[in-house]
């Protein structure tokens, strides 16, 4: 592994048909919803994601407000997309649902993140927040979905 990099894998399990989980989770405004530490989110186009489209987001990590332009590619709709801040040097990821059985799914997310300068030296504690982080997020989208399959039903 490279120095100043930190990768974090996910997963949590939804209790929702992967059509109705894309529809919340392919959609970057609903992530307000579940991202720790999320303040703010644009996406255009607005809706479930394209090829292309740029979100903005406002994310507080460790007390630190940090704003990213972020490009969205290889969506495959309704299953998964990936993402990268800038050229994708510094943080980049993707978003996947597999479907289980005809009512539940799994969420995968995937995030790289590389720190640099001073950054490197909290590479430890970064990164067990980092991951500590993406796995709560991650059952908080389940969560989120879940409770909106048990409201339709």
Same mark, same amino acid.
């Given at each position: 592994?490279?120095?100043?990099?930190?990768?974090?894998?996910?997963?949590?399990?939804?209790?929702?048909?992967?059509?109705?989980?894309?529809?919340?989770?392919?959609?970057?405004?609903?992530?307000?919803?579940?991202?720790?530490?999320?303040?703010?989110?644009?996406?255009?186009?607005?809706?479930? %994601?394209? &090829?292309?489209? =740029?979100?903005?987001?406002?994310?507080?990590?460790?007390?630190?407000?940090? #704003? $990213?332009? @972020? !490009?969205?590619?290889?969506?495959?709709?309704?299953?998964?997309?990936?993402?990268?801040?800038?050229?994708?040097?510094?943080?980049?990821?993707?978003?996947?649902?597999?479907?289980?059985?005809?009512?539940?799914?799994?969420? %995968?997310? &995937?995030?790289? =993140?590389?720190?640099?300068?001073?950054?490197?030296?909290?590479?430890?504690? #970064? $990164?067990? @927040? !980092?991951?500590?982080?993406?796995?709560?997020?991650?059952?908080?989208?389940?969560?989120?979905?879940?409770?909106?399959?048990?409201?339709?039903?």
């Amino acid at each position: 592994l490279m120095p100043g990099v930190i990768t974090a894998l996910s997963r949590s399990t939804i209790d929702a048909p992967v059509d109705l989980a894309w529809s919340v989770l392919g959609d970057y405004a609903n992530d307000v919803q579940w991202r720790h530490g999320l303040r703010r989110m644009e996406q255009r186009p607005s809706g479930q %994601v394209v &090829e292309g489209a =740029l979100v903005t987001e406002e994310l507080v990590v460790m007390g630190r407000t940090v #704003v $990213s332009d @972020v !490009v969205v590619h290889d969506v495959e709709p309704g299953r998964s997309f990936s993402w990268r801040v800038g050229d994708g040097s510094s943080a980049r990821g993707t978003r996947r649902l597999i479907p289980i059985d005809a009512g539940r799914c799994e969420l %995968v997310l &995937e995030k790289r =993140l590389e720190l640099t300068g001073f950054d490197r030296v909290l590479l430890p504690i #970064v $990164s067990s @927040v !980092v991951r500590r982080t993406e796995q709560r997020d991650a059952d908080a989208a389940a969560a989120l979905v879940s409770r909106a399959a048990s409201a339709g039903r």
